[in-house]
């Protein structure tokens, strides 16, 4: 995979302080995706910008770095991004950085069958490009093709160990491979606050408590500070306060729809764990409104058990299954 040559004549050398600033760049966006901290590199990159205007790697670079700052509430962001990747894909169509900067808006667009697609032919055509291979998997996690799911994280955890992690460990968590889960967050060298969150997280599912011992800082992305809080708070106490329940259902009141789909996601599984089964159905409805995708956690998660008997459950799980229905319609259009 890593040897794999694509003939793209439409990249040409790069000025060295361009080419610095979008390897830079580059490292940075993966470096504080996570965390949604990419401000200096959108500021780096829109320096040299006017000196590259036709550049793909520095107007894809751009576009991500903005997609990922939409992501968290600047819609200006993202509409700027949509442009800038736009034009990455009309100069280097082939080019895989343009078409994951395409995918990942399309994404937060809620447009997942076309972001699927654009991401299945660009594994195939790049199929070393571990944040590509890592975003794929994670949307067939949640469609429920975890086999599919499987092969895409793992081989992008082959290229680079820190690439979807996260969502490689939730795979495992579903396949009842819970020590790998643990052992696979513990090596990739994250804040250990997110390490022992998602751990909680998967402990929860099974009904059990986790001690968060990490402290929370105040730097994080807007509103994961206080999941995280209320994460910790949740699992000394075994109980949600009216104050933590506010808190967390703040959290869902995002600007962006797929930000406020896993919200709801964590809003349910707090409420679930604290025994209030028809407030966790209200926040389910909530995440579907705004787009929930996740079938894979609709029909699996243990902590939803108590809630898939129920008439009004039904109705929802249906329209997650036909979102998921669809992206997979898509992915097996894109491989033909």
Known sequence: ALVVEIDVPERGALDARIA????????RLRAGWLEGNVREVIDSLDQVLPDAPTDPRVLATLAMALARSGFYGNAFDLSRARQLADRALAVAPTFGEAQLARAIIHFYDGETPAAASMLRRTVTTVPGFALAQGLL??????????EHALAHLEAARSIDPAAYASELARAYVYLDR???AVALLSSVGARALYVQTAIARYKMWHGETYQITAD????LAPGMADYMRVAKQLHETRRITREQRASATAGMEQTHPRLRTARSQFVCEYLLFCGEPDLALDAIKVGVDAGLLDHQWMQHCPLLAPLRSRPEFQPL?????????????A???AET
């Open 331 to 333: 992915v097996l259009a």
């Open 178 to 180: 819970f020590d790998d």
């Open 317 to 329: 799980a249906a329209i997650v299954a036909g979102r998921a229905q669809a992206v997979l319609d």
């Open 216 to 219: 929370v800082p105040d730097d």
């Open 137 to 146: 998997g994670s949307i067939m996690l949640e469609v429920g093709a975890l």
């Open 20 to 27: 610095e600033r979008y390897l830079e760049g580059k490292a």
